[in-house]
């Protein structure tokens, strides 16, 4: 851990401190920011070596998961994996164990096996291992999607994979959820737009609401019969309304929308996430359409388009119309802020901070602020705070993935400035 007190600005608030936490001469960085890898105290929290911001190469035996602590970021990290393959990691939200997924698959061969260990290296056990086809699917599992999901009792976790057989053209990708008590797996969603599906699990306590997951649809994506993504039909793709966003009960019933998107103009980017433990989503919603004209510190201008926060609830599914879906409720968070142009983002477990960062020039510069919410569905989000700039390439290696330690006291932030993917964390927003 390295004090960075030159990472803050004249515009950086009093009182702040930044850290890099990592300083190795290989890449390292924090996992994606909707992650549930932080104790549910906010002292503890998983990042990963040799890895970059949307997650790492299976076979590369120099990734690792490890645990630091927030409150003494100097103390050496606890080392959680050493085997080869590790992936999709989480923390259970009673914080008494490390989740993560071996991938040893191939197309159509291998296994994967869900694991788990104490935070404190030991009881390492094996829960399940999948090694034949899933009840519904004509072929393995195969590709494991880099980040996992895990319910708010700590009893069931959910990812994503391919399952192809390599001879079929638009094979289906599908989301398992496994139940960790049974030690069963069931596919609850299948077919080829499935491919990206960042699991959520609603972080509600409540019985009914805890059995949601938020899941992605990337409409129109094409893949060889080896899994290959030839058109991944994201929010922009020409020619098509791109990407929409879902709940689904974890049983596989009670599909929904969120009204976001698909009406010809706004588009999904494709980061979402819900506010804390409420049953409210947060998107970031394009209109290539609205441009604004921005100035940077040198004088230049460009036009850019906005990129809005917006929240909604679910409702009952009537067609992938996203905005235009019946009943619909929806509320602009960022309405009030004067350039728009927002990327990624992160809440606290009690839905009332936030963290985002803003590009209002593409190539230039990453901005991180946080804010407060106010009433749900009513308010936009209100007393907007520049941070700092991270300093981070645009690059999709390289992302800045901000989100906020549970209790909201703390960000979190990628950054290549020092040449080298790093992870970073700031103190003091209290």
Avoid at 48 to 58: D, E, F, Q, T, Y
Avoid at 247 to 269: A, H, K, M, T
Wanted: glycine share 8%; with cysteine.
């Amino acid at each position: 851990m390295i004090s960075r007190p030159d990472l803050l600005d004249r515009r950086s608030p009093a009182g702040l401190e930044v850290f890099q936490l990592t300083h190795e001469a290989i890449p390292s960085c924090h996992i994606y920011m909707e992650a549930q890898i932080f104790t549910p105290d906010s002292k503890r929290f998983v990042m990963h070596r040799s890895a970059h911001p949307h997650g790492s190469n299976r076979h590369d035996p120099a990734h690792r998961y490890l645990l630091y602590n927030a409150e003494s970021p100097g103390d050496q990290p606890v080392p959680l994996t050493d085997e080869l393959g590790p992936t999709a990691p989480s923390i259970s939200p009673d914080g008494k164990w490390f989740y993560y997924f071996q991938d040893q698959t191939e197309l159509n061969a291998g296994r994967l096996s869900l694991k788990r260990v104490r935070l404190d290296g030991t009881d390492r056990e094996t829960i399940l291992v999948l090694d034949t086809p899933l009840p519904g699917a004509k072929a393995k599992i195969s590709m494991i999607y880099p980040l996992s999901t895990i319910s708010s009792d700590s009893k069931r976790i959910a990812t994503s994979g391919f399952f192809g057989d390599g001879k079929t053209n638009l094979a289906p990708w599908g989301m398992i959820v496994c139940d960790i008590e049974k030690a069963t797996a069931d596919l609850v969603l299948a077919g080829p737009s499935w491919c990206n599906v960042h699991p959520q699990y609603c972080r509600s306590l409540d019985p009914i609401a805890s059995h949601d997951i938020m899941v992605q649809q990337n409409h129109d994506n094409v893949c060889d019969p080896d899994g290959n993504i030839r058109i991944l039909c994201g929010g922009r793709s020409k020619g098509a309304a791109g990407a929409d966003i879902h709940v689904i009960r974890d049983d596989g019933s009670n599909f929904r929308n969120l009204p976001w998107g698909r009406d010809g103009l706004e588009y999904c980017q494709g980061h979402q996430c819900w506010r804390g433990r409420g049953t409210s989503a947060i998107s970031t919603c394009g209109l290539p359409d609205q441009i604004v004209t921005t100035t940077a510190a040198d004088g230049s201008t460009e036009k850019t388009s906005t990129e809005q926060i917006v929240e909604g609830v679910a409702a009952p599914f009537d067609g992938h119309v996203g905005l235009r879906t019946t009943g619909a409720r929806r509320n602009v968070l960022s309405r009030t802020f004067e350039q728009p142009r927002f990327f990624h983002f992160a809440t606290d477990i009690a839905g009332k901070r936030f963290v985002t960062d803003c590009h209002p020039h593409r190539d230039r510069g990453c901005s991180l602020y946080i804010a407060e919410f106010g009433r749900e569905m009513q308010d936009p989000l209100d007393h907007w705070v520049y941070l700092l700039d991270t300093r981070t390439a645009f690059w999709k290696s390289m992302h800045s993935h901000p989100f906020l330690s549970p209790d909201g006291k703390c960000a979190f932030f990628n950054s290549d400035e020092s040449g080298v993917l790093q992870g970073y964390m700031i103190r003091g927003l209290a």
